[in-house]
Structures are given as structure tokens and as C-alpha cells.
């Protein structure tokens, strides 16, 4: 029986399938028999565009929603994906109109979005989409006129900008939050990247200026700890230690320390003792043979197996022809030079003798000798003197030859004297820097080491270095290439601190008694005593009584000493505290005699008993005065490489003197009295006297050098240094000359003298602060490397006998001062390695992490950190 179908024709199924595409989607169970008719492509076609047509509306729902949201973007992409999956159907248009509707209005607002942000091409694209989908669309027409005015749109507005306002911003936040946490180097390094990607950017300016600030506000506390720890220092100076108790055991156990390469070897020879040796003709062969067997049964230096022992080698001479005939008795060679294993001992016994002793007694008895190297002693015979020449070709740096020439100059230059930092043989003087040639490569490896025997040679080219010379120096040139081969460039930075502290504190307290005579009885009169020697008083050092008239013992005349003086002999001001020093001098150019003036007055008392007889005036003054010097050269140089920094003044001074010239014949002048005629004349005499005349002069440098070498050591993280940091100050001038006068006469014929001439001979006094020494630093640590603490202490009691010890009332008649003058000097040096962009490889200021050698032993702070810098704690005995 023929089936007959479900639709009649194709136009009534498609018009059944549309209808059906319209209507929500009904899941149906096909049956096995409906596969292979149209009725079940039909109803599968059905269920699949009610699922299109529900992802599609799940799309359009989910874009939505990010259009609310703001992610025009993730809208524009479900927009799209929701028209993709829309099928084309008539009975759909209305749903793809709205589908395309709203695509519309995310792609215009997503353009905007791609201008705000930069993004001008990209949103060209999408407004030409626009336009393609809806070619009347005005707000696709509007964006693209705003996108063409350039007044509108600023055409240098890229996205990179937009990303870097945003890192910028970022940057900013990164900084302040730093900042706010205490955290300073890391915000500079925050505002540090901000200013590389705006150099213009006046907030992380600002923000830097505000670490600088704060910074600064944390270095003036340290100034004023540091200050207080100094002065601390030299009163801690004056405690006397009590010794500590002997310990009972000092030796502790022994230690061995065991050494390598050629010392090891000599070492073991010297301690390896043989018991017994006897040999009856027997050859050098079978004799080292002997002696290695004994030298790994006896070595007590060695606990390892492997290692006990030493290597003998037993070498024939070099080009020479094999043993031809047997050796004479008692080791003595025939014709034909037999090898040296081959040479014969005819007797020799002893007993308890080291290694070495018994290879001595092996080769006087068979014309050999032994040489120790690094691995092995070698018998060879006694007339050969070297070793074969072979070639190499080592593969090294291209600056190989500047890394050598660590003697020289900075720019390379002249070979090196004994001692880089000796003084300048111009006296002080400034000398002129050169570039010279680098000296050729062997005169490099020469003093590294490497010696070059007649034959040798050493050339270099680029990369490739050329050598000829014996296999021991090739090994030495190998283990230099090695050692510079892979190595960072690399330099040193060096800064020496000067800080030096000082303190004057002076305190007096003194009593002067003017008593002038009053009658006490009949005929009896009580006064103060008289100057003596003591320190005079002047009437200027006494207030004048209140009614202006002027008590006994007290002139009138300005300038006058003070009589009638209780306490005059006790010392008050200049005549308490006196400068023992070069001070003194420098501050008294004309070498005369200072004068004393006593303390001001701050309390006095008048009249005690009647009409003004009797003053007091109390003296007292307390001063205070410190001085503080930090001075801070530094200076960047490469490892091994000698530099120097000065800045300095050239300081001319004489040295040598002509006498002052004077005449053979004197003449006479005379000039009239000025009061009138008759008066007389005053006559003196003509010296026509040429003073003292420097003829020869030195040049001093004043002000700051410094002289470094630092080397890096092999796990750059330590560095040695040499160095000599100097400070040269002028200070002032001493005068050795006298003055040079002549005999005269005043107007009324008075004698009197007339100089001619003061003489002066001045030479200069220099105050020098220098350190040379040479010393091991870890990488960014702070070392004090010397000082000088000083404390000047002066004393002064002075009291009128007898009223002095009165009790109480006796501190009236006493006058005490003292005086303490305190300096602290400390030279610090700081070493911080640095990498060729000048950035510190350690420390807080490098990008890198703070890795800290095994082998440097360092301290490890709380938590297992290992500390970056700062100074190193001193010794109780260096404080």
C-alpha cells in the first residue's frame, strides 16, 4: 500500500514550517520511522529555528543588559552573535529589526567610547558598520562628522595615551599609599616610573619633594642623635675599665687549617717523616716509587683516603735522545744520557727524615733536582733551566687589556708605581691628568703575574688573545681569562664622611671686693689690699655709684687699675681660661702680649657701710658653643682601577726670604713745629730700608682629595679598598718677622722711636685630616675607619686666704671657672657597587632582590633577613 505524505507539496511545508517557527518551542519525541520522511526533517527543522530564535532573544536580553551596565563593547558582541543566530525568515523581520536596532545604538555608543579613549580607527570601523546596516542612521552620520573635526576630536589622542594617563594615575596612588606607610624609597621608585612616562607630571614632583621633605626631617633627628652619641663618646672616654678575669682555658682546642696548591705540597714534605730508608743500588724509579708508597701510609695531614700522600713525577730532559748505555756506579752518567728513572743510587741509609730531606740526599746523589708545583713534585735533571714553548689562542673580553691595566689610570695610561697613592713630587702641587697609551698586553700579564721567558710573546686582537709561552704560565693566563670571562660591568662607589663634633662649655662664677679706707677707731682705717701680680681691674670693670660720684678706690681716669682690692688676686674671664694653643698665635699676628679682661659683672652691691666705702660686684658667666663639621667627598670608579676626585684651591705661600736691606749712610730730616716759630723742631732719621722679600714659593692644595682603589671581591659582595681621603685647610698666617724701627724726637725734643718698616715674614699654618689604609667592606655598608676624640678640661679655684674658708659667707671671696672643650672626629667610608646605569645592585634604591652570598658570613637580622646596609657595629675598643 503507497503511503501518502503528510504535506502535499513543498510551498505548503515551508508555509507550515515559518507558522511553526513563530511559535514557542515544543519538544517533540521523533519515532524511528519518521527519519526518513519529510514530516521529521520538517519537524526538526522547526525545533531547530525555535532554539536559534531563543538564543537569539537569551543574546539580546544578555546584551542588554551589559549596554545598562556600560560594556558597550560586550554588548555590541551578544548584538552581533544574536543576529548571527537569527534565521533569515520573513516571519522574523520585525525581531531582526529590533535585533539590528539595538546593535545600531551599542555600535554608535562603543565608536564613542573607542574616541573617548583613542581609539579613532577602530571606531571609523564600527560607524562604517553602522552605516552599512542603516545607511540613514544620523547618529552614525553625527559621530563620523565629530570624528573628522578636529576641534571636536583632537586627532593626537591616542589609546597608548590613554593607557599611560591610567598607569599614570595608577602610579600616583601607588606613590601616595607608599608614602602614607612610611615606605619612601619605594614611593620614589613609584613617582620615579611615573615621571618616565610623563616627565611633566608636576604631582609626582611634588610628592618627591614632600619624601625629600620627610627625609630631611629624619636626618636632622640623626644629625641630633648622632650629635649626642659623639659627645657620649668622649665623656664614656674618661671611664677606666676594670680588667675581665683571665679565662682558664685560652688555647681552646686546635685547629688545622689546611692549605692548597704548592704551600700544601712543601707543607706535607716537610711533615711527612720517613722511618727508615735503605737503599742498595737502587734506581730514582724504584726509589719515588718507594717514596709515594710511604708518603700515603704516613701523611697525617690528610683524613681523606683520596688525598693522602704526594705525587712524584719523574720527567726526562727535554729533547733528548733515549738511554743509549747503563749509568756508572754511584749514579755517575755514561754517554748516551739515560733517563733520569733510569739513574741508580749506589748506597744510601737513613732514619727519620722528612720527605723532603730525603729527596735532597736522592738528587745530590744522582745529579737531579726536584721542583714543587701545584699537584706533584717533578725530578729533573740538573741542567735543565726551562720549559717547553707551546702556542694558544684564548677567547677574552673585548676590554680584556683595560681590566688588566688596573695600575694605571682611569682612561688607562702610564704603568703603576710602587705606591699609587705616593705624594706628588711637585710639592703639593696640582698635576696635570694625561691620557696616555695603554702599555702592550704582555707588560699587562706581566703584572698580573705571568712571566714571560725568553722566546714568549703575548699579542691581542679584539676578542682573541695570542700567547706563547711555557704550559705553567698558559695554566696562569687560563685562570685569568676565566676570571674576567661573563663578569657585569661593574664599578664602586666610595663616600668618606668627615663628621667631627665639637663643644665648648665654659662656666664662671667670682666675686670682686673694692674697699675703700673708713676709719674703724680712733686713727684706725680699714681698705682692701693692692694689685700685687694678680690680674689688674680697670674702672670700666666697676659700675659707677648711683648719685655719680665715685667711692674709693675706684679713678676716675679711664684706663686706671683699681686699688684697694680684696680680691685681687683671684683670675675672672680671659685670665681664668687661657688658649694653650696654636690658636693664640694665629689669632696675635703682630706677637704681642694679649690682654686679660675679666668677666662681665651681673650683680653689684654698694654702700655696705657708709658713704659708698665698699663694692661688690659678682662676675659670672656660662657659654655654650659647638661646632659641627660633615664633609662628604665620593667618587665612582671600576673595580681594580685607581681613581682620584679633588676639590681643591692652589695655595700660593713664600718659602724663602731675602734679609731686608739696609743702607750704609743714614741721613737726617728735620720739620718745623707746627704750634708756631720758636718751638723747636722735631728731626728723625732717613732709613731707606728695603723689608724682607719672598723669592721662592710653593703650591699647596686646600680643600678635599680623595684616592681610591677598590677591587670587587669573587662573590661581588665584598670589596677591597684602598684609599686616601685628605681635607687640607688654611688656617691663617704666622708672622716671624720683627719690626724694624728708628730713634726720633718728638716736637718738644723728646725721644722716641719711629718704625720704619713692620717686616713682616708670614708663613702659613695648614690643618690637614687624612686617613690612608686599605680594608675589606661589604657591598652597601658603612665602616668607621678612624677618629680622634679630644676633651680639654681647665680648672680654676681661686679664694682670698682666710674670708675663702669662712663657711657660707666664704664662697663671696672664692672665684671658680671651668672650662671643657670637647671633639669627636670619625671618618666613615661607605662602598656600594654599582652597575653601568648607575643604579646600586643592592640596597633599597635597585630593582633587584637583596641576595646575600653564603660564603660572606653576614649577620642575619630578626626573621631570617639578611641586612642590605647601614654601619656595621664596632668593637668596644674602637668607641
Known sequence: MQKTPLYRNSRTAVALMAVAAATPAVVSVAHAGDGYGSGGLAQREMIRRQEAVAEGDRLLAEGREAYAKGDYQQAVDKYKKALDRLPDAPVLADRKDSYTKHYIDGSVALSQYYVKVGKREEAKQLLADVQKADPENLDAKRELGYLNDPIRTNPAHTFEHTQNVEKVRKGLYMGEGNFNLGKYDEAKREFENVLRIDPYNSAARRWMERIASAKSDYYRAAYDHARAELLMQVDRAWELAVPAETPTNVNGGEQTTQASGTSYIITKLRTIVVPSINFEDTTVEEAIEYLRQRSVELDPSELDPTKKGVNFVVRRPNNAPAATAAPAAGGEAVLGAPEPGALRIKQLRLRNVPLAVALKYICDATRLRYKVDEYAVTLVPQTETGEDLFTRTFSVPPDFSAQLDSGGDSGGGAAASADPFAASSTGGGSSEAKLTARPPISELLKRAGVAFPEGSSATVSGSTLLVTNTPTELDKIEQLVDTFKGKVPKQVKITTKFVEISQENNDELGFDWVVSPFGIGAET???????????????????????????????????????????????????????????????????????????????????????????????????????????????????????????????????????????????????????????????????????????????????????????????????????????????????????????????????????????????????????????????????????????????????????????????????????????????????????????????????????????????????????????????????
Request: aromatic share 6%; proline share 8%; net charge negative.
Open 525 to 879: 682705717f680699714l681698705g682692701g689690699g693692692t694689685v700685687g701680680n694678680g690680674m689688674s681691674r680697670t674702672n670700666t670693670d666697676f659700675i659707677s655709684p648711683v648719685d655719680g660720684t665715685a667711692i674709693g678706690g675706684v679713678p676716675t681716669a679711664s684706663g686706671t687699675n683699681v686699688t684697694n682690692l680684696v680680691t685681687g688676686g683671684l683670675r675672672s674671664g680671659d685670665g681664668a681660661i687661657t688658649r694653650n694653643n696654636i690658636d693664640s698665635v694665629l689669632n696675635n699676628p703682630n706677637r704681642t702680649a694679649q690682654s686679660a679682661n675679666a668677666a662681665p659683672g651681673i650683680l653689684a652691691l654698694t654702700g655696705l657701710f657708709d658713704n659708698n666705702q665698699v663694692q661688690m660686684i659678682m662676675r659670672g658667666l656660662s657659654q655654650k658653643k659647638g661646632t659641627d663639621l660633615m664633609t662628604a667627598p665620593s667618587v665612582t670608579a671600576r673595580s681594580g682601577q685607581k681613581a682620584t676626585i679633588e676639590i681643591i684651591r692652589e695655595f700660593i705661600y713664600p718659602t724663602e726670604y731675602e734679609p731686608p736691606e739696609l743702607p750704609n749712610s743714614v741721613g737726617t730730616s728735620s720739620v718745623s713745629n707746627p704750634l708756631g716759630p720758636g718751638l723747636g723742631t722735631s728731626s728723625s732719621a732717613i732709613f731707606p730700608v728695603t723689608p724682607a722679600t719672598p723669592t721662592a714659593f710653593e703650591t699647596r692644595n686646600t680643600g678635599v682629595t680623595l684616592e681610591i682603589e677598590p677591587t670587587i671581591g669573587d662573590n661581588d659582595f665584598t670589596i677591597d679598598l684602598r684609599f686616601v681621603p685628605e681635607i687640607v685647610e688654611f688656617e691663617g698666617f704666622i708672622n716671624y718677622g720683627s719690626p724694624i724701627q728708628s730713634p726720633s724726637s718728638d716736637a718738644l725734643g723728646n725721644p722716641r722711636t719711629v718704625t720704619i718698616t713692620e717686616n713682616r715674614i708670614e708663613m702659613p699654618v695648614f690643618s690637614s685630616r687624612r686617613v690612608n689604609t686599605a680594608l675589606t667592606i661589604y657591598d652597601g655598608y658603612t665602616v668607621a675607619v678612624g677618629g680622634l676624640m679630644r676633651e680639654d678640661v681647665q680648672n680654676v679655684e681661686d679664694k682670698v686666704p682666710i674670708l675663702g674658708d669662712i663657711p657660707y659667707i666664704g664662697r663671696l671671696f672664692q672665684s671658680k671657672a671651668e672650662n671643657r672643650i670637647k671633639s669627636n672626629l670619625i671618618i666613615f667610608v661607605t662602598a656600594q657597587i654599582i652597575d653601568a646605569t648607575g643604579r646600586p645592585v643592592r640596597g633599597p634604591e635597585s630593582d633587584k632582590a637583596n641576595t646575600t652570598p653564603v660564603s660572606a658570613g653576614l649577620p642575619t637580622a630578626p626573621g631570617g633577613d639578611v641586612p642590605t646596609g647601614g654601619v656595621l657595629p664596632l668593637p668596644a675598643s674602637a668607641n
